[in-house]
Structures are given as structure tokens and as C-alpha cells.
């Protein structure tokens, strides 16, 4: 584990031309000075250099630990400048002199990061992506647009567990065939059920669980998934530049999360297994018990790029997957925009008599009410 000094040293590092603070560049992997564009490479320690496997089973700090409401005091180490941040956030930058702060030292309250999945996607590229994203919305109105500031993004890494699991379930239940049965009145749809149990087996790797209770989970399902297997171990200097978010999900709950969506997925499994097995029509599967065995856990931070815009006094969040660029966000919508769209239909239908115009503007209607669904969805 890094001393205080030692990790200062590592992630406030300043270029030997000009003295500036360097910063990680996702665009070359290395430390980047943003003024004069030196560049160094940062060197991996000997040994594994990816995040550590750990049991489960042997953590002993389990407790969760939320920080939410919490505000701490940080003292920049460079000016001497004090500034007030959520506790949540365990690295960030002076806003006095750009000296970065990060979390020095594995301490007792909170676990340290096994490894950190690279920006490689830049602020700029992302900027671009809002602005790509933003004008698809046609019914967002046009001071959200141009309210909206694609450079006012913040590269941010967020807390993730990961779950390495073997499972052995028993199941039971009953499956059903169709059979068609002919009557004086007609054909009829006749389904016989039979029970099945049986045993099923299935290894899960890196089952994904955010670590934060800040962000929707709406909105992180937008830009996942990340490639965690890509990931580094961690370093300071990795972190240098950016925000990284301490988690507030701890380990134990965040396992208890990651089971009930193992468990959700083992029942699509099962009930797949048993409608293949018997060429079954349903399958309805009444009791699953699962036992676990070989749990192995990471902690890494994932990289996001993230941005909001305020519009009529409601703040709306927009995201960018850092490792592979996929988008996601909110966007208010504009009711007089819809209204315009469907009184224009409703215009349109009574201008025409003609049956066949009336199925295609039955038609386009459809489709238009499809665009707004489309267009409006955050």
C-alpha cells in the first residue's frame, strides 16, 4: 500500500518543462501535462496487471458504509487551499491551483479499488456524443438544446463490485404440451402439464453491481455494459485528473443484490433447459433453490463521462460510457411540440374522405405517435 507521500507524488506529478500538473490522457493510456503536451507512460508494477480475485468468504469488511450525507474538508497539499466536497468522492482537483486529489491510503472505513477499467474515450469525443445525442430529440425543446454545454463534462470514475460464483440449483415445477381437440363447435387449444424437477449448474463471471446509490439505474443501464476484463490494477496515477466516487453500496449488500439478479437469470436458464429438453410449448417453474460456492469479488472503478443541463428549473443528466462511448441521458419534452404533431394528423384526417387516405394517415399517425415514444424516452 502507497504512503501518503508516496501516492502524492504519483498522482500530482508535474511536468518537467513547464511544472503543470499532468493529468491521465485516455487518448494514449499515459500521464498528459494539458498545457505544454508532455507525455509519460505510466509503468505497471511486477506481477499481475489486472484487479485481484478475492474470496468472498474472507473479507471480514462486509459492512456497508454510506457517505452520502456526509461533507469532508480536503486540504489541497500544493497551495494550501481547503475545499468542501461530498464525502463520496475520493479523488478530485484543487480548483485554486489543479493539483489532484486522490484517496491515499487504504484505511479502515472503506475497502481500496482492486483495479480501474481506462478512459479511453476523451472529453472531447464525448461532447460529441451529447451533441449527436440531443438533436435526435425532436420534441426537446430549443432552449433545452441550447441551454445544454457539451464542455461541461466530468470524467468520472464510479464504484463497481463484480462477482465470480459457482451456482447448483434444484428446481420444480411443470412443463406443457399443446394439443389441438376437435368439437362440433370448433378447434380448441388443449395443454396437457406434466411435472419435471431436476438439477441445473452454471458458473457466473463478473456479475456487474454498482456501488453507488447516486446514480439511476435507468440511466447506468443506458451506457453499459463496460468490459471489465479490461481492467488494470490500480494505481494512483490512473485516477490523476478525475473524479473518483467512493461507494456507498457496500459489499455484503451489493451481494445480495448481484444473487437476486444471478437468480433472475437462472430461472430464464431453467425454464429454457426444461422447454428444449421436452419441446415443451410452457414451462412454469414453482421452486428454484440455489446454493453458491467459490465466490470470488473485485472492486473496480469504471469510467463515465457525465454532464446535465437545467431546464425550467429541473436538473436532466446525460452519460457517456468512458471505456466504449455508448450514450445515454434525459431530455425534458416539449408538450407543444407534441400537440403541434398531433393536431397536424387530426388536420390531416379531416381533410381527407378518401378511404385509402385514411388507412395511410391511420398509418402515419401510428408512426408518429412511435416517434414520440422513440424521441422522448430518456
Not at 453491481?209 to 481492467?231: C, I, Q
Request: with cysteine; net charge neutral.
Amino acid at each position: 500500500m502507497l504512503l501518503r507521500e508516496e501516492t502524492k507524488r504519483e498522482t500530482d506529478r508535474k511536468c518537467p518543462r513547464c511544472g503543470g500538473t499532468m493529468d491521465f490522457d485516455p487518448a494514449t493510456g499515459g500521464l498528459k501535462c494539458p498545457y505544454c503536451e508532455y507525455g509519460e507512460a505510466i509503468i505497471q508494477d511486477a506481477g499481475a496487471d489486472t484487479a485481484e480475485e478475492l474470496d468472498f468468504g474472507r473479507e471480514t469488511q462486509t459492512a456497508n458504509r454510506d457517505w452520502g450525507v456526509k461533507k469532508k474538508i480536503i486540504l489541497c497539499k500544493s497551495c494550501g487551499a481547503q475545499s468542501v466536497y461530498d464525502e463520496l468522492e475520493i479523488a478530485n482537483e484543487c480548483p485554486y491551483c489543479g493539483s489532484n486529489q486522490v484517496m491515499e491510503e487504504k484505511d479502515e472505513d472503506t475497502l481500496a479499488p482492486g483495479g480501474v477499467v481506462l478512459f479511453a474515450v476523451t472529453a472531447k469525443q464525448a461532447a460529441a456524443k451529447f451533441t449527436s445525442w440531443i438533436k435526435r430529440k425532436l420534441f426537446c425543446p430549443r432552449a433545452a438544446k441550447e441551454g445544454a454545454r457539451p464542455g461541461a463534462f466530468k470524467g468520472v470514475y464510479l464504484p463497481y463490485w463484480t462477482f465470480d460464483a459457482g451456482t447448483e440449483s434444484s428446481y420444480a415445477g411443470e412443463y406443457g404440451i399443446d394439443r389441438t381437440v376437435r368439437h362440433k363447435d370448433g378447434v380448441k387449444t388443449v395443454t396437457d402439464w406434466h411435472p419435471v424437477k431436476g438439477k441445473y449448474r452454471e458458473d457466473f463471471d463478473d456479475e456487474l453491481v454498482l456501488g453507488s446509490s447516486r446514480h439511476e439505474e435507468s440511466l447506468m443501464r443506458d451506457v453499459e455494459p463496460f468490459h471489465t476484463a479490461d481492467n488494470k490494477k490500480y494505481k494512483p496515477e490512473y485516477v490523476a485528473g478525475f473524479i473518483a466516487e467512493r461507494y456507498s453500496i457496500g459489499l455484503q449488500q451489493a451481494w445480495e443484490k448481484a444473487k437476486k439478479t444471478i437468480g433472475q437469470k437462472l430461472e430464464a436458464n431453467i425454464e429454457e433447459k426444461v422447454r428444449e429438453e421436452h419441446h415443451a410449448d410452457h414451462v412454469r417453474i414453482a421452486n428454484i433453490r440455489t446454493g453458491y460456492f467459490g465466490v470470488t469479488f473485485k472492486y473496480l472503478l469504471l469510467p463515465v463521462w457525465l454532464s446535465s443541463y437545467r431546464y425550467k428549473g429541473k436538473v436532466y443528466h446525460f452519460m457517456v460510457n468512458g471505456q466504449s462511448g455508448k450514450a445515454g441521458g434525459q431530455a425534458p419534452t416539449s408538450l407543444l411540440r407534441v400537440a403541434v404533431a398531433v393536431l397536424l394528423v387530426l388536420t390531416l384526417f379531416l381533410l381527407c374522405s378518401d378511404y385509402a387516405a385514411y388507412g395511410i394517415l391511420t398509418l402515419a399517425a401510428a408512426l408518429i405517435t412511435g416517434l414520440v415514444c422513440w424521441f422522448t424516452r430518456a
